[in-house]
């Protein structure tokens, strides 16, 4: 991990994947074999991609009783757990249909409505993870989404993992199909015999699905289209540097192109820092991956100040953000960009990722600047509402009309002009 | 204007237009020109496709001056009524930044930060309409974006049009660039020497405009991409027949592709109203365009009770639509989808387009399914924050390393126990 003195730094490595050509016609070539041919494309693309030759696509709840059993029912507590906090704060955000009234009779307002079904993407292999089914699921049933649908590609034994199954069942979610890659995002999005169309489609996957939802975009709603996980942590002197590389490893632990940024004003932190990453990769079951993704993305930038340090964090706009210095709460109101703000020592990024409430599908690769994390809002729309009186209109009919035809409509001034009839 | 009844209706003909190969090629070359050649492909493409070779591609303050003084004082008038009402309907859309706190310690919140910067995209020609930079930037404004830049074709005189720098003008922006078409959208995302890169980009456009739009999204955020405008109206015996009619072709004289639909419990209002559409027809300013969108896409449907009715209004989720009934209000509450809805006879469609105060900007092509009008909230970020205590940290480590560990994290599992050391 090298350290960069903050004014030496030109720019910071982002891994936006675009896919290449190939890729892209690949895709739109499995979008529209799923849209002619159902089912049964998926069936081949499941047998040709995953590796499986399956019977059925949905999940049955055997295997759904086999995963229950298969867990220990202390963890199925800590699940529950969890799944508990991130409801509660997910309640938080719901907001409501408002009206507002003039004493001329106008009323004016917003409904707000859920959506009325939603897909989400659980990826498959060693990034199956049950946080994800809560943290995509959750938000859609607080907002009141009542079908919910869950792919997930299976394993080459046919099986979908067992946490995944588990944290699906926990939130009371039964229509689990075994479909990964563009063919579920097809599926989700113009139906098949087994799979329905869903309004939005949620959920993190490879080049594949993103660049599938990317396709069906329009169509029907997606999340963000999610990029490799990020995190930087801006740190003082009262920084412990073991807790800090700790955390850089968490993220760098992901995936290769992980990127771990440590923003500091001290430079004894910064040379502490670089050693303890050392030492404690050591160890590490994923110490490849995660060596590969700090020497590629991680980075320490030395600054000269605590402003310089919140302008760089502004600056890379990161997915997670730990501001670890005397006092972070003094900090908050100058963070303009960031995911999640995780404040002080103790909130280690683990506890935002699995535990303590809010959702971890973050804006990754700088989109942070203009999106948020999965939220309620997400999953419902608003209508505009207008109930004009008589009163209103004939106060405002003649300004309506030469605001009409200024834009050159004049169908839209007799739409309006025609109701003075009414009171001639 | 055919009458169909509801059981004899299969579906209802969508207009999206994905674009061709050589679109989305060209459109792909011109994004990578952009970039590559700045101001220079500007220049280039505004000779190339609205035929006139620019000396400056930003508005000068003269050219405002003389907007101004081109139009009547009264008309400014009505223009500064307008945008005051959208503010004020906008500004009851602002969310505010909360906390939770618990006895623990913890505290979790959403932290709300407007976005830096937005791009407007105003078409030209026939479509430049005033109101259109009202209903982009001023949800903008209301939000606390700070950097607000508008794009518009100029005509073959090198002109923007009065109504348009006027509207601006009245809103107080003055970063406003003769630039059109996907050049325009490539020049918002990545910059060029003359326009800034912005966070957002929003406005309707072409189809190169769209695919533009589409081709951007991820590095930068993008609203929805508009299909043609779109009108039902839910009208039983009490509504008045000139009136629907008149309201229905207000939409249709928008684009020969607009939509618009009839649906009502009454056949003699469907007889009457198919009259009064030939009628009122006959004289139409833009009546070519407004025969070609009700022959080809009007559709008088009729339905044996009003929840049958309420039901198509639902499967269709119109942009606009209007509910022409005894007691309108009493049917709010069964309308799932709709991007806009007209409460009573008063509120007749154009009300909302120029001035009541709602956005205009509405999800067409039945994407009212999952999308709402243009908002305050679609300028704003909601970043997560997470304080967990030492309290906190203590009674929940263990839980969550394990639940890290099941998803085979292990450097997630070690980060949180690191902090263990702490109250050794």
Same mark, same amino acid.
Request: hydrophobic residues 40%.
């Given at each position: 991990?090298?350290?960069?003195?903050?004014?030496?730094?030109?720019?910071?490595?982002?891994?936006?994947?675009?896919?290449?050509?190939?890729?892209?016609?690949?895709?739109?070539?499995?979008?529209?074999?799923?849209?002619?041919?159902?089912?049964?494309?998926? %069936?081949?693309?499941?047998?040709?991609?995953?590796?499986?030759? /399956?019977?059925?696509?949905?999940?049955?709840?055997?295997?759904?009783?086999?995963? %229950?059993?298969?867990?220990? $029912?202390?963890?199925?507590?800590?699940?529950?757990?969890?799944?508990?906090?991130?409801?509660?704060?997910?309640?938080?955000?719901?907001?409501?249909?408002?009206?507002?009234?003039?004493?001329?009779?106008?009323?004016?307002?917003?409904?707000?409505?859920?959506?009325?079904?939603?897909?989400? %993407?659980?990826?498959?292999?060693?990034?199956?993870?049950?946080?994800?089914?809560?943290?995509?699921?959750?938000?859609?049933?607080?907002?009141?989404?009542?079908?919910? %649908?869950?792919?997930?590609?299976?394993?080459?034994?046919?099986?979908?993992?067992? $946490?995944?199954?588990?944290?699906?069942?926990?939130?009371?979610?039964?229509?689990?199909?075994?479909?990964?890659?563009?063919?579920?995002?097809?599926?989700?999005?113009?139906?098949?015999?087994?799979?329905?169309?869903?309004?939005?489609?949620?959920?993190?996957?490879?080049?594949?699905?993103?660049?599938?939802?990317?396709?069906?975009?329009?169509?029907?709603?997606?999340?963000?289209?999610?990029?490799?996980?990020?995190?930087?942590?801006?740190?003082?002197?009262?920084?412990?540097?073991?807790?800090?590389?700790?955390?850089?490893?968490?993220?760098?632990?992901?995936?290769?192109?992980?990127?771990?940024? /440590?923003?500091?004003?001290?430079?004894?932190?910064?040379?502490?820092?670089?050693?303890?990453?050392?030492?404690?990769?050591?160890?590490?079951?994923?110490?490849?991956?995660?060596?590969?993704?700090?020497?590629?993305?991680?980075?320490?930038?030395?600054?000269?100040?605590?402003?310089?340090? /919140?302008?760089?964090?502004?600056?890379?706009?990161?997915?997670?953000?730990?501001?670890?210095?005397?006092?972070?709460?003094?900090?908050?109101?100058?963070?303009?960009?960031?995911?999640?703000?995780?404040?002080?020592?103790?909130?280690?990024?683990?506890?935002?990722?699995?535990?303590?409430?809010?959702?971890?599908?973050?804006?990754?690769?700088?989109?942070?600047?203009?999106?948020?994390?999965?939220?309620?809002?997400?999953?419902?729309?608003?209508?505009?509402?207008?109930?004009?009186?008589?009163?209103? /209109?004939?106060?405002?009919?003649?300004?309506?009309?030469?605001?009409?035809?200024?834009?050159?409509?004049?169908?839209?001034?007799?739409?309006?002009?025609?109701?003075?009839?009414?009171?001639?």
């Amino acid at each position: 991990m090298n350290i960069i003195d903050r004014e030496e730094l030109t720019s910071i490595k982002r891994r936006v994947d675009q896919g290449t050509e190939d890729q892209r016609k690949s895709v739109k070539e499995i979008i529209s074999a799923v849209r002619n041919q159902g089912d049964t494309a998926l %069936y081949h693309y499941t047998e040709t991609f995953d590796g499986v030759s /399956l019977h059925s696509l949905k999940v049955q709840p055997e295997e759904i009783e086999a995963a %229950y059993q298969a867990l220990d $029912g202390e963890f199925v507590e800590i699940l529950q757990e969890a799944a508990d906090n991130i409801r509660q704060f997910h309640e938080k955000q719901t907001s409501t249909s408002w009206f507002d009234t003039s004493t001329d009779g106008t009323i004016l307002g917003q409904k707000i409505t859920p959506i009325e079904s939603a897909g989400v %993407y659980v990826p498959g292999g060693t990034a199956a993870y049950p946080s994800s089914v809560f943290m995509n699921i959750i938000p859609a049933q607080v907002a009141g989404v009542t079908n919910i %649908y869950m792919v997930t590609p299976p394993g080459k034994d046919g099986k979908v993992p067992d $946490g995944v199954l588990l944290a699906a069942h926990i939130l009371g979610i039964d229509h689990i199909y075994k479909v990964g890659g563009a063919q579920a995002i097809a599926a989700l999005a113009y139906g098949t015999e087994t799979i329905p169309t869903v309004d939005k489609i949620t959920g993190p996957g490879n080049i594949f699905v993103a660049l599938a939802k990317r396709e069906v975009f329009g169509d029907v709603d997606i999340d963000m289209i999610a990029g490799p996980s990020e995190i930087a942590i801006l740190a003082d002197e009262t920084a412990v540097a073991g807790e800090v590389a700790s955390d850089l490893l968490s993220q760098a632990e992901h995936d290769a192109r992980s990127s771990s940024l /440590l923003i500091t004003t001290c430079r004894s932190l910064a040379e502490e820092v670089k050693q303890e990453i050392e030492t404690q990769l050591a160890n590490l079951p994923r110490k490849a991956i995660a060596r590969a993704s700090i020497e590629k993305f991680g980075m320490i930038i030395l600054c000269r100040h605590l402003d310089e340090a /919140l302008e760089t964090v502004n600056e890379i706009a990161p997915e997670h953000l730990e501001v670890v210095t005397k006092d972070p709460f003094q900090q908050l109101g100058k963070i303009k960009h960031a995911g999640a703000i995780f404040l002080g020592p103790y909130s280690s990024e683990p506890v935002g990722d699995y535990f303590a409430g809010p959702n971890h599908v973050l804006p990754t690769n700088g989109t942070a600047r203009f999106s948020s994390p999965l939220n309620v809002d997400d999953f419902v729309k608003k209508s505009s509402v207008i109930s004009y009186s008589e009163e209103a /209109l004939q106060k405002n009919a003649d300004k309506i009309a030469r605001f009409a035809r200024l834009e050159g409509l004049e169908a839209h001034a007799r739409a309006v002009e025609m109701r003075k009839e009414r009171w001639k």
